[in-house]
């Protein structure tokens, strides 16, 4: 089997191989959001669809293996362009947050914040991901909803934070966020919400706090990563995440559902 049918096999779209760093790709299910991403030298590799794995998938080639006697300065010119491309979009990030507008903005109007601002730059929603507090990318949201990183930035460990004064909160979407920290103040709470982007990010983060209540999107990855990271988690309807269900029944009500896990 070759390297492409296994990235197949798993969900992957590659279109040309790119070898010996990490290359962001479609997937079958998502093809426009690049959801995917591999690392292959010619005989060894790995992959994850963030939307289905909750690690990376590795892959070893059947074919003879072929002693290459620059694979030590090929991984050094990989780790090396890696860490430029890290750097390229730290700076990407600050520009676009430096000339980002707060506006109003149709993805948030959409998931039921009419009237809220956000970070707007060239008709996108800004979402700033921190480690430790230093800027590493952004999350890119069209109004459509199409969502994409800054190509060559660090996601994994990267939060957004709402508030920090309270209960540490993991969630995997930013409106998922917001409909949280809403319930919160009706419940007369404080919080500190961690917006983690990403089911395997969430597990991430989840894993570096004390007791953190999980709101989990009802999905297998995402009642799978819940189960990971604590023994209770909060749970919608099948099919639903936490704004979802606001939508549905309604902030009051939502609120209520939490007050349980407090």
């Known amino acids: 089997m070759t390297f492409e049918q296994f990235a197949i096999e798993h969900g ?3 279109n040309g191989l790119i070898f010996d760093r990490w290359v962001r790709v479609g997937t079958v299910d998502h093809p426009n959001k690049k959801n995917g991403a591999y690392i292959f030298d010619g005989r060894k590799g790995a992959l994850i669809n963030f939307a289905t794995h909750e690690k990376h ?4 080639s059947q074919d003879p293996y072929v002693y290459d006697p620059m694979a030590n300065l090929k991984r050094q010119k990989a780790d090396l362009e890696r860490l430029e491309r890290q750097t390229k979009a730290k700076h990407k990030a600050a ?4 000339h980002a507008k707060e506006e109003v903005h149709p993805y948030l109007e959409r998931k039921g914040f009419a009237g809220s601002k956000g970070y707007v730059w060239n008709s996108l929603l800004i979402l700033p ?11 890119m949201i069209a109004a459509d909803g199409t969502k994409r990183f800054l190509t060559g930035q660090v996601t994994k460990g990267a939060t957004l934070k709402i508030d920090t004064k309270g ?3 993991v969630c995997e979407g ?3 966020g917001m409909s949280v920290r809403r319930a919160m103040r009706f419940l007369k709470q404080r919080y500190t919400i961690h917006v983690c982007f990403s089911a395997s990010n969430m597990l991430e983060i989840g894993r570096q706090l004390d007791n953190p209540l999980v709101i989990a999107d009802n ?4 009642v799978s990563t819940a189960k990971k990271i604590a023994s209770r988690y909060w749970l919608g309807e099948a099919g639903e995440d936490f704004n979802d269900s606001e939508q549905r029944i309604g902030t009051e009500l939502v609120a209520e559902s939490l007050r349980g896990f407090i």
């Open 219 to 222: 999905d297998a990855m995402g």
């Open 95 to 98: 520009t676009i947050l430096h």
């Open 129 to 139: 991901m921190r480690i430790d507090g230093a800027l590493v990318g952004c999350q």
């Open 167 to 169: 209960r540490d909160i």
């Open 174 to 176: 930013f409106a998922t």
């Open 12 to 14: 992957l779209l590659i």
């Open 57 to 60: 998938i590795p892959f070893t």
